[in-house]
């Protein structure tokens, strides 16, 4: 077990520090695969499935985001050394940072990718649709910066009144159905290739299986499903899975401060009630992720820890970037490996000259999604399974209740993916209804701003769990305002807020029903908590 205090004897004793430790290699290759996987699954997903433009990913988004990641991981390589010079120790591992796995995914595939169909459906070419889009994602990560930052020195109190069963719960329900369905589709589109990448994942990561030579089990999936693709491939056993990579080219591009972002803040308000809590998430992670490396034995500052994690997020939207970085959660496991502070240092220079170089584009462009899929189905069980850990069992019922607007979510995006319904055909699903709200309108709207209200039913199913009755009718009754202006429950098709008033009469109609729906469950359980919480709580 590593000690977490040394006597202060040794504080401030000068003791020679290696820059790059035996564990460093290992932990380096763990994180930089990490940040490989996720900047490949948000090309893929919006070249591939959007058919977005391959060099406005590539020349302007990658640059932006690799600096957010060389930056965050520079100041914690920092952090680490000033830490260790002050406690005397020669054992402190530095908090590992990348981009957030959840919300990266989330933004690919609930707001980029949907925002540059909409805006080709305006009449936008091509090209001016994937520049808006672009500004869109800056602006969306110069909003998430700036709520990072204020929240950075309130996170105690945002901890404090949301429970840990709505903020895991509601990141879990993104985990399950976007990081882990849907690549699960990717890996069984190539099974060949894709499952036995996933064999490997489960082996190593989950079972805690020893590999060859002790190597990362992300690295050795990687190689197996590499190997499959490109021998299988070529030799016709693949099938139509099989595309050949594209010829290497060098994309060198600066990522330097624009003010692009500001064209896009006015595009980012049908999208606020996904990216503000993409911001709320990653305060409320930083401070476990922080707490975690403290029972490890580093005492790292957890407003320091927030504050690098905000300020690398708001250069990397003001260079470009659309992905927004977090410290991670498995600072312990760097640690046990050896690793110190050299392993962020080398993941934050090679990540951020890639993006800079071009070479993670060629590198993206070579690791199909069957290969990649399968360690974000991994990162999706992981995520999950925490949700159930990290909160007390009695609150089970609210983390998987919290799972159903995610659900719902994903359903809305195959429903309305224009490859198999035209938008004029879903819209009119969506306003038919023969006895009450129609079924395809009732998963879209629980869908919209399902972030939020995933937090909310979980906060009240755990305030019923407490016997807090009339706390839990105040979250609803939040719901029901948040549900009249579209944050949550939106009766727009893109999901969009608004001034109820002002809609359409069958979506404003789907509106009162919902916030008539919210305040007619606050009374009853306004009604119940006037029993008193002995004479309410019964025998099952």
Not at 480 to 488: A, E, K, R, Y
Request: net charge positive.
């Amino acid at each position: 077990m590593l000690p977490s205090h040394r006597s202060h004897a040794h504080v401030n004793t000068p003791i020679q520090r290696r820059w790059l430790a035996s564990g460093d290699l290992n932990g380096f290759l763990g994180l930089v695969v990490d940040n490989l996987s996720i900047l490949a699954f948000l090309a893929s997903a919006l070249t591939i499935i959007f058919k977005f433009p391959a060099d406005v990913v590539f020349l302007r988004m990658f640059p932006g985001t690799a600096l957010g990641v060389l930056l965050g991981n520079l100041a914690y390589t920092v952090m680490a050394r000033r830490l260790a010079r002050r406690t005397g120790r020669d054992d402190v591992t530095a908090m590992p940072l990348g981009l957030d796995a959840p919300t990266s995914i989330g933004m690919a595939l609930l707001v980029l990718g949907p925002a540059f169909l909409g805006f080709k459906q305006s009449g936008m070419d091509e090209h001016a649709a994937a520049i808006a889009t672009w500004q869109l994602g800056m602006a969306a990560l110069v909003v998430m910066g700036v709520l990072k930052f204020v929240l950075s020195f309130f996170g105690a109190m945002v901890q404090r009144h949301v429970p840990r069963a709505g903020l895991l719960g509601s990141i879990a329900g993104i985990a399950l159905v976007l990081m882990g369905f849907l690549p699960l589709v990717e890996i069984l589109k190539v099974p060949v290739v894709g499952f036995a990448g996933l064999g490997v994942v489960l082996y190593a990561l989950v079972a805690r299986g020893r590999l060859p030579f002790g190597l990362p089990g992300v690295l050795v999936a990687f190689i197996v499903g590499a190997l499959l693709y490109y021998v299988l491939g070529p030799l016709g056993w693949l099938g139509t899975g099989y595309h050949a990579p594209a010829a290497w080219q060098w994309r060198f591009a600066l990522p330097l401060p624009t003010l692009q972002w500001i064209h896009g803040l006015a595009y980012t308000v049908p999208y606020l009630p996904l990216i503000l809590p993409f911001g709320l998430l990653m305060v409320v992670g930083g401070i476990n992720v922080t707490e975690s490396a403290r029972a490890a034995g580093d005492d790292y500052a957890t407003r320091d820890i927030l504050l690098v994690e905000a300020l690398a997020t708001l250069v990397a939207g003001f260079c470009g970037g659309v992905a927004q970085t977090t410290p991670y959660i498995g600072q312990p496991s760097y640690k046990a490996m050896g690793a110190r502070s050299g392993y962020t240092l080398l993941t934050g220079v090679v990540i951020g000259l890639g993006g800079v170089l071009g070479y993670l584009s060629n590198l993206i462009e070579l690791v199909p999604l069957s290969v990649l899929a399968p360690i974000l189905v991994f990162v999706a069980i992981g995520i999950t399974v925490q949700a159930f850990e990290a909160t007390p069992m009695r609150y089970a019922a609210a983390v998987v209740f919290s799972f159903f607007p995610a659900i719902a979510r994903m359903l809305t995006i195959k429903l309305s993916d224009p490859t198999y319904v035209s938008p004029e055909h879903f819209a009119g699903l969506f306003d038919s209804s023969a006895h009450g709200i129609s079924e395809l309108a009732v998963i879209t709207v629980l869908g919209n701003g399902f972030i939020i209200t995933a937090m909310i039913w979980a906060s009240f199913v755990v305030a019923l769990i407490d016997g807090r009755t009339a706390r839990a009718a105040w979250i609803v009754l939040l719901g029901g305002v948040l549900s009249l202006f579209g944050v949550i429950h939106s009766a727009e098709l893109a999901g969009g807020v608004y001034l109820p008033w002002l809609l359409e009469p069958a979506s404003r109609q789907i509106v009162w029903q919902f916030a008539g729906a919210y305040l007619a469950l606050a009374v009853v359980l306004l009604l119940l908590s006037l029993q008193g919480r002995s004479s309410a709580r019964v025998a099952p």
